[in-house]
C-alpha cells in the first residue's frame, strides 16, 4: 500500500503569507494571508512585507493544519520557499520552516518559487492529467517573465526570459498611470472586457532570439497618457476601457510572439502556464483558441493556483521527499535563486 505523506507547504517570497497542507499530491488546505497595507504605495514595500509575514505567519499555518484537520506532529515534511523573492521576506517563512521542522524532527525542503509555478500542475485535479515531459514551462509573474524547457520534475532550463520588468511588472506600472490600485493586473483584466483593443495602437517590442523586453512599452503607454491629458484633463476617466483593453492586447501579443517562436524552436506540444498573470483572461483566451485550432496542449493553472500560494510549494515539496532531495538547516535563502 502507497505510504501516506503529509506536507506542509510555507511560502513567503513577496507580500503573501502562505500555508497549505497535502495529503500525498492532494491539497487539504490552501491558506493565503494577503497583505493589504503596500495598496496605498502602489507597490510592495519590502520592509513593511516582512513585518506583515512576521504577525501573520502562525495563524496562517495553525488555520491550514485546522483547516486539513492535521496535528502537527502527524506532519511528513515541511517545504519553503527558499527564493527567489524578497529576502527579508523569505527570512521570515525560512526561519519558521526551519524552527518548526527541527522542533518536530522531520525533513525540512527546500523550494524554488519560479519552478512551484510550474509544478502546481501535478497537484491532483480530478478534471485533469498532469502535462507529460518534456514541456515548454512559461512564468508569468510579477517578479518574473521566463520561458523554461522542462525536461524533468527537477530539470528544468531557461531558454528565454524578459531583458527589463516582467510582464506583471508592467500591468501593473501601466494601472498606476492610470490611478488603479495596486495589483492592477485583475483591474485592467476586468475593465478590458469592457473595452476596445484597438482603440490604441502601441509598438511591439523586437527583440533577437526568445528573450523579451516590457520597459519600452510601458514607456509607450506612459507618454501616450501623459501627451492626451495636456489636451484633455478627463482623458483617462473618458478611455479607461479601451485602454486597459488595448495595453493588455499588446502585453499579451509579446508573450504569444514568444511562446509560438520557442514552441516550434524546441518542438514541443504541450505549454504549461504559472504565475500571477496566467489568471488573465486575454492570455487564457488566446492560449485556449491556440489549442482549438492548432492542436497545442495547453495547461492553465485553476484560479487558486495562479497566484502565490502555498499548495505549489507543497506539491514540490511531495515529489522531493520521494526523491529524498532534502534541504539543510544552514542553507541559507536566495533572493535570486536560479532555476
Ligand atoms: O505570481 P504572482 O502572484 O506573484 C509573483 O510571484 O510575482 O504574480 C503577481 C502578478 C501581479 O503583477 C498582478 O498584477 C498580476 O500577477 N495579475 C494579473 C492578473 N491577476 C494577477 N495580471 C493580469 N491579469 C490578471 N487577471
Ligand atoms: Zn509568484
Known amino acids: ?3 501516506i505523506i503529509y506536507i506542509l ?3 513567503s517570497s513577496c507580500d503573501d503569507t502562505a500555508a497549505a497542507v497535502l495529503k500525498n499530491d492532494e491539497v487539504l488546505s490552501n491558506c493565503i494571508a494577503n497583505q493589504k497595507i503596500h495598496q496605498s504605495y502602489g507597490g510592495v514595500v519590502p520592509e513593511l512585507a516582512s513585518r506583515a509575514h512576521q504577525a501573520n505567519i502562525i495563524p496562517v499555518v495553525q488555520q491550514a493544519l485546522s483547516i486539513a484537520n492535521i496535528d502537527k506532529k502527524h ?12 529576502l527579508g521576506s523569505l527570512l521570515v517563512g525560512s526561519a519558521f520552516a526551519k524552527s518548526l521542522a527541527l522542533s518536530l524532527g522531520i525533513p525540512l525542503i527546500e523550494v524554488n518559487h519560479m519552478q512551484a509555478h510550474l509544478l502546481c500542475h ?3 485535479n480530478e478534471n485533469k492529467k498532469a502535462p507529460s515531459f518534456p514541456f515548454l514551462g512559461v512564468t508569468l509573474s510579477g517578479g518574473h517573465t521566463q520561458l523554461v524547457y522542462v525536461k524533468s520534475h527537477f530539470e528544468m532550463e531557461e531558454i528565454g526570459k524578459t531583458r527589463d520588468d516582467s510582464i506583471g511588472e508592467a500591468f501593473d506600472k501601466c494601472g498606476k498611470k492610470m490611478g488603479l490600485k495596486y495589483p492592477s493586473g485583475p483591474e485592467i483584466d476586468r475593465l478590458a472586457k469592457k473595452g476596445n483593443p484597438d482603440a490604441f495602437a502601441f509598438p511591439v517590442p523586437k527583440v533577437d532570439g526568445l ?14 497618457v501623459n501627451k492626451n491629458i495636456n489636451k484633455n484633463p478627463n482623458f483617462i476617466d473618458e478611455n479607461l476601457d479601451d485602454l486597459c483593453a488595448s495595453i493588455q492586447k499588446t502585453l499579451v501579443t509579446v508573450i504569444m510572439e514568444k511562446i509560438t517562436k520557442a514552441k516550434k ?3 514541443l506540444n504541450n505549454v504549461v502556464i504559472g504565475g500571477g498573470v496566467a489568471a488573465n483572461y486575454e492570455i487564457r483566451k488566446i492560449l485556449n483558441q491556440k489549442a482549438e485550432e492548432n492542436q497545442w496542449k ?5 484560479f487558486q493556483y495562479t497566484s502565490d500560494n502555498a499548495a505549489m510549494i507543497g506539491i514540490v515539496g511531495y515529489h522531493k521527499l520521494l526523491k529524498q532531495q532534502l534541504g539543510k538547516l544552514n542553507q541559507s535563502v536566495n533572493a535570486k535563486l536560479p532555476f
Open 211 to 224: 528573450d523579451l523586453s516590457y520597459s519600452g512599452l510601458k514607456t509607450a503607454f506612459i507618454n501616450l
Open 1 to 3: 500500500m502507497k505510504k
Open 75 to 86: 506532519l511528513s515534511a515541511i517545504a519553503y520557499t527558499r527564493g527567489p523573492g524578497l
Open 265 to 267: 524552436k524546441f518542438n
Open 298 to 302: 495547453i495547461f492553465l493553472p485553476p
Open 9 to 11: 507547504g510555507i511560502e
Open 122 to 124: 501535478f497537484i491532483r
